[in-house]
């Protein structure tokens, strides 16, 4: 028996282990085209949330004003979170409402400061601002809001 393998058993022995590196680089090309398809999607939504946050926002505060208006607590305790409703009493609400000049018809509401911070956990707002009632009046007010079931939510709300 010869101790050097014919060119022919080289051959073989060289075109062998090209399938399988073919199939592993196919593999990390379809993970890595599946990676950066999840990043381009969540950037995406992402990218949408952020666009549409000061708009959904601005919708909590005029609709927690108009239930001020109104003075209906219960319209009121629903723009908060689950957490706050169950310490929220309607007395605390009526109390809040007493003062009927911070309870005006909204023209507009706009944001002095703004800052979104996600987590694992949640993702919060924390804004400062002005509303334009249809009189020409404005009023300060700070609040403090959080992602649940997909809308925004206040933890508080507090008029300066």
Do not use: C
Request: hydrophobic letters at 45%.
């Amino acid at each position: 028996m010869d101790a050097n393998p014919s060119p022919v058993q080289q051959q073989s022995i060289v075109r062998q282990p090209r399938l399988p590196v073919a199939l592993l680089i196919g593999g990390i090309l379809l993970i890595l085209f599946g990676v950066l398809t999840i990043i381009g999607i969540s950037g995406w939504q992402l990218f949408n949330r952020v666009v549409n946050t000061p708009a959904e926002i601005k919708q909590v505060i005029i609709a927690y004003v108009e239930a001020g208006r109104q003075n209906d607590p219960e319209a009121a305790r629903a723009l908060f979170s689950s957490a706050v409703q169950r310490e929220l009493t309607r007395s605390d609400l009526e109390q809040s409402f007493a003062d009927r000049t911070r309870f005006r018809e909204v023209a507009d509401v706009s944001f002095s400061t703004f800052n979104v911070r996600s987590t694992l956990e949640e993702t919060r707002a924390e804004i400062t601002g002005q509303i334009q009632y249809t009189d020409g009046a404005e009023q300060h007010f700070a609040a403090l809001l959080r992602i649940e079931n997909d809308q925004w939510r206040l933890i508080w709300i507090d008029f300066r």
